[in-house]
């Protein structure tokens, strides 16, 4: 990924949560270097990701949701982005033409420089999937001067999709492992705004420690702890190899 203080990064996220186990570290990492960073949350996970609140007697959708909201909120003041929630619904995710065109409008109003969303394939979770589906067809929108917006077209800002929660069964490689050894203390105090699910807490430091560990190893730079693995869609452009 790029350093430029003045990129501008795109996250978009299929329910409250994912952003902050998949990407926590990169946001944080870029806004500590002064970026802007923005998180598109396109469902709160009410009916998927939310098993902990619907043990408790009386729960409704609205409580979830509300629950689900105020984690997210939480969770990415810690980590230094603001955050947008479209209420889109969650198992199924509903990709209207509505939701397509503020995500078109989106990028053409923010221009990111950076784009981080989900890997291609889940067989465990439809909603990622179709989360990243609608993030590529936004962001190919955004680039066509043809597509109505008050906004100039898009760039060509590079995709980076974040971990799946089971990359194996994901067809997910670790292309890019990205050194958040500097910010890990705030990915930590973010995962623990996500109470709903705190069975994931352990889980994601002991992820971002075999990444780290897998840094090292293909980098020689003994000082990474932590670090969080990310696919490509698009080639890297470059004037010289790294
Ligand atoms: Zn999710």
């Not at 105020?70 to 619904?89: M, P, S, W």
């Not at 670790?174 to 705030?186: A, C, H, K, N, Y």
Request: hydrophobic residues 35%; glycine residues 6%; proline residues 6%.
């Amino acid at each position: 990924m790029s350093t430029d203080k003045n990129d501008t990064v795109l996250v978009i996220s299929a329910h409250a949560a994912d952003f902050v186990w998949r990407a926590g570290g990169a946001i944080a990492l870029y806004h500590s270097r002064g970026c802007h960073v923005r998180v598109l949350c396109l469902s709160y996970g009410e009916r998927g990701e939310s098993q902990k609140l619907w043990r408790e007697p009386g729960m409704t959708i609205e409580r979830v949701k509300q629950a689900r909201r105020l984690e997210a909120e939480r969770a990415a003041e810690v980590l230094g982005a603001e955050i947008r929630c479209f209420d889109a619904g969650d198992y199924p995710l509903k990709p209207t033409d509505e939701l397509l065109d503020e995500l078109v409008q989106e990028f053409r109003r923010l221009q990111p420089t950076i784009v981080l969303t989900h890997a291609p394939n889940d067989p465990y979770n439809g909603d990622h999937p179709e989360t990243a589906r609608l993030a590529l067809n936004a962001r190919v929108y955004a680039q066509a001067m043809g597509y109505p917006s008050e906004h100039k077209h898009l760039g060509a800002p590079p995709v980076f999709h974040f971990e799946p929660h089971q990359p194996e069964m994901c067809d997910f490689k670790p292309q890019v492992l990205l050194d958040i050894t500097s910010v890990f203390d705030r990915k930590r105090k973010a995962m623990e705004c996500m109470e709903a699910q705190e069975h994931l807490w352990e889980y994601y430091t002991q992820l971002a420690l075999r990444r780290g560990t897998q840094a090292v190893r293909n980098s020689g730079r003994k000082e990474i702890r932590y670090a969080e693995a990310y696919q490509r869609t698009y080639p890297q452009v470059t004037d010289q190899f790294s």
